[in-house]
């Protein structure tokens, strides 16, 4: 579920075909790693733009078939192999965590989709490639759902964000209703930021909803991995909600009592989509 490090990331799931578990491992590191390059740590930002670019470096070994230089690329360049997976997501997410290092705000909601596209897109993507259902129809819905993770996941940590000099809440936004970062930084819940809140809450919904019938097009263990991804998503939602958007001072997450609930909404998926439509 969307909530540290690519949570939202099936990882050795029980879902998953034991066939499969260890590529989404081996991608799953991949992510992490890189992740990890242009957040932790006390490198400065030179430091983790040319660790990145040694990443791509490796990447294009693998593209002309050279041995790779890092360990953790050997497994990488096995599984592209042999799950025949196309390199581009790889370099999408290489490029969306440079942008990290460089870029803490987004004057538009369009900036960041663009964003999204490359740090969240590239999971859904190759996961299709692993099954073999990479369809233009998959892939526009995989993208919602993956785009609308990303976003629940800034919305939850807007706090946390903002400790590290970031805000993922679009510029156009906060001056549409009036917010400032000073507002954010002394944590301030007023009407305003309650109706900001509650408009990203629910354009983001409608997204995960426009991608949610993936979910029931996919066969077997892979759709029911993705009934419970999307129903974990709206259920983060709506703890947002609960909480009356209060993400300064509590950072809404699943918990031991939600599971029961996400696995009858995901069982009742078919008949909900279709009674909304």
């Known amino acids: 579920m969307p909530v540290d490090h690519y949570e939202n990331f099936p990882v050795a799931s029980l879902l998953l075909p034991a066939r499969l578990r260890p590529a989404v491992e081996t991608i799953y590191a991949f992510a992490r790693s890189a992740d990890d390059l242009a957040d932790e740590g006390n490198a400065t930002a030179d430091q983790r733009?040319?660790?990145?670019?040694?990443?791509?470096?490796?990447l294009d070994r693998i593209a002309s078939g050279q041995p790779t230089t890092i360990p953790l690329f050997q497994p990488l360049a096995r599984i592209i192999r042999e799950?025949?997976?196309?390199?581009?997501?790889?370099r999408d997410l290489l490029s969306a965590f440079k942008q990290d290092v460089a870029i803490q705000r987004y004057e538009t909601f369009d900036?960041?989709?663009d964003y999204c596209r490359r740090s969240a897109n590239p999971v859904g993507i190759l996961m299709l490639h692993l099954y073999d259902a990479a369809t233009e129809p998959n892939v526009r819905d995989s993208d919602a759902i993956c785009s609308a993770l990303q976003l629940i996941n800034f919305w939850q940590d807007v706090a946390i964000d903002l400790e590290k000099q970031r805000v993922y809440l679009p510029q156009e936004?906060?001056?549409r209703f009036g917010i400032s970062e000073r507002d954010m930084s002394e944590r301030r819940t007023h009407d305003a930021w309650r109706a900001l809140m509650w408009f990203e809450?629910?354009?983001?919904?409608?997204?995960?909803?426009?991608?949610?019938p993936l979910a029931l097009r996919l066969p077997g263990r892979i759709g029911w991995e993705l009934r419970m991804v999307v129903q974990g998503g709206l259920r983060i939602l709506e703890k947002i909600e609960a909480i009356d958007f209060d993400v300064h001072r509590r950072r809404p997450k699943l918990d031991s009592s939600d599971w029961l609930r996400i696995v009858w909404r995901a069982i009742r998926?078919?008949?909900?989509?279709?009674?909304?439509?």
């Open 173 to 175: 936004d906060l001056l």
């Open 83 to 90: 799950h025949s997976l196309p390199l581009q997501p790889f």
């Open 201 to 212: 809450v629910a354009r983001t919904r409608a997204m995960l909803l426009s991608g949610a």
């Open 49 to 58: 733009l040319a660790a990145l670019s040694a990443y791509e470096m490796e």
């Open 111 to 113: 900036a960041l989709l």
């Open 269 to 277: 998926m078919r008949t909900s989509l279709r009674a909304s439509s």
